[in-house]
């Protein structure tokens, strides 16, 4: 079973509609990675979560980490046609460089 | 500020056939590894290396040979293409071993046939 759940796997959403994606982990959690990756494009980081309770926001996007669960969520507001694209939760369970990875979440917006 | 550089960007090989996919980072980081991405698979690791002269394996080597001479590049080598190394590969690189992202160059599509 994957160490680093994330749902749900697809969602399609109608544009301006908020949506949440969530990354749960199975392992201690050090740090919390999002990433977002459009079609044939390379993986673009979003945000890094270090502390339990920690929220963090860029344009209509906010991550925050919820310690006590080993969960992250990543939610969108008023969702634009922008927003689609593939998106990764990455996690540091250990100091030894590696991270573990989620499946990612494909993100569709309807017009 | 070009961060992690791969090249190329699309590659079509034969069975048998070898290659080098280049990667080269301008960050100074210690840290730099190469994933596959599948479908349905998500990103599995290749190959690591924490600093120059030291490699590792990671969750899928078989195939692939890595080597880091300097702090800079990191090549990924495909010894004998086979088909089920058709895949995108990425190149990351990142400056600790935990609380620093990894940065991520654009990707090369590798086509065997």
């Known amino acids: 079973s994957q160490e680093l759940e994330q749902s749900p796997q697809s969602l399609i959403v109608q544009e301006g509609k908020n949506l949440t994606i969530n990354c749960t982990s199975s392992k201690t959690l050090y740090g919390l990675y999002w990433y977002k990756q459009k079609y044939g494009e390379g993986l673009i980081f979003l945000m890094m979560l270090q502390k339990g309770g920690e929220e963090k926001s860029h344009e209509k996007i906010t991550a925050k980490l919820d310690e006590k669960k080993q969960q992250s969520s990543l939610h969108i507001t008023a969702s634009q046609p922008s927003h689609a694209g593939i998106y990764l939760c990455?996690?540091?369970?250990?100091?030894?460089?590696?991270?573990?990875w989620g499946a990612g979440t494909k993100l569709i917006i309807k017009p | 500020n070009a961060g992690v550089t791969q090249t190329p960007k699309f590659q079509v090989l034969k069975t048998g056939q070898s290659m080098t996919l280049q990667c080269a980072q301008d960050?100074?980081?210690?840290?730099m590894s190469w994933y596959r991405q599948d479908p349905g698979m998500g990103l599995r690791l290749i190959h690591y290396s924490v600093g120059a002269g030291i490699t590792d394996q990671g969750e899928v080597p078989n195939g692939y040979n890595v080597s880091r001479s300097t702090t800079e590049d990191f090549p990924l080598r495909l010894l004998s293409a086979a088909p089920s190394q058709t895949s995108v590969y990425f190149c990351?690189?990142?400056?600790?071993?935990?609380?620093?992202?990894?940065?991520f160059g654009n990707g090369t599509r590798l086509t065997v046939t």
């Open positions: 990351a690189s990142r400056s600790d071993s935990y609380n620093s992202p990894l940065h």
């Open positions: 990455g996690a540091d369970v250990d100091s030894n460089y590696q991270l573990i």
């Open positions: 960050m100074n980081h210690e840290y």
